[in-house]
């Protein structure tokens, strides 16, 4: 069977697990509707031209992993950004773990969506905000379908979160293929900060495909600093898709950190909805072996004196393959906006390939905008100058590759972060020289 129709026969065991008389059954059946019609994408989609997820559906997936795995802390706690105190918010085979996690209620809610989408206590925040941007097409709206479990947080006005919050998904491997659809609402009010971390990580070398969706609401002066750690086992695929409304004067910033797994799609979405805001997105990908890392991103300026900066480095070996596809669409009733896009690539093989694509859709005559991309491979001079004053050639590109990063990393303000990635990237260039800064 199909994974397409594996996963509309199981629906009506699904239905048998939820309240099937609530206002988000009808938003999931809705949704299940609209992935029947469209079904996974294709190369044929122009989103998709250059990444194809046929490898990956050809697996037998398990979609409800029933068995109760235990993970003691020990075995994971390297996932972890363990150095600073963070709310913890884990699921292991998309189940929660209370043992690993750390939530709260006092003053700000960081918690489960299997509760906010059933309690009525969450009802307004879900009727206002669940299902709100995230798009209706072939992923999303299979997420949507399936959503019961995943990341739940709302932060009222006026309030500076204390710690960062951690959100990871492990898992386990307990079917010999598993499949996930983590869904997460995070809301940020008035004049609220908050600092989130990622992952999805696999314990285990059985296939796993996840598809992951996350809606965020930033309010007027909300301050989001928000990171993607993404360095998982190589039968582990990720399709995360991400939808980010802003209001007025609000900031959120976007870190996407894409180092490991067999086939990872980052489709990010920023929607601006209000006066002086700013968009930051940024992402730093090391590649080797057959990986395939697709980077999709829209930034869409609704409103007058925005602005929004994206800053893409990529690393390709062997025979690894890349995509980014960015795109900033600015509206007649725009002006005075400030868009910049910089896509900057380094092939290490001959054999690795970057697909390319950056793009302004501009229908405002008052901007400032621009898009820059570039694929190339390092310095030889640069190189022969560091090895004649004694600096070895594996270290002496690995101090050029650290260097071409380092505008990404420079911009990371949580120096924990900052560090366990700067040590990931020592690890895949095969280097020890005191990285760890």
Known sequence: MELKDKLLSSYVAFENRVDTNSDVHEIRSKALKSFENLGFPTKKLEAWKYTSLNSVLKEDYSLFPNRGVAVELADVKKYFIHDIDTYNVVFIDGKYSSFLSETTHENIDVCLMSGALSKPKYKAVIDNYFNKIAKQDNLTSLNTAFATEGAYINIPRNIEVEKPIQIINFTTGSDSATMLQPRNLIVVGENSHVQIIERHQSLTSNPVLTNAVTEIFADKRAFVDYYKIQNDDIKASLVDNSYVEQQSNSVVSVHTFSFGGNITRNNLNFFQKGEYIDSILKGITISEGKQHIDHHTLVHHITPNCESHQDYKGIYDD?????????????????????????????????????????LEIFADDVKCSHGCTIGQLDDDALFYMQQ????????????????????????KIPEVKQRITKIIADKLGVDIGFDL
């Open 389 to 412: 004053r004694g600096i070895p050639e594996k270290e002496g590109k690995a101090l050029l590759m650290f260097a071409f990063a380092n505008t990404v990393l420079e911009s990371v």
């Open 319 to 359: 025979r690894s393959t890349a995509v980014f596809n960015g795109k900033v669409i600015v509206e007649k009733e725009a002006q005075k906006t400030n868009a910049y896009q910089q896509n900057n690539n380094i092939l290490l093989s001959d054999k690795a390939t970057i697909n390319a694509k950056p793009q």
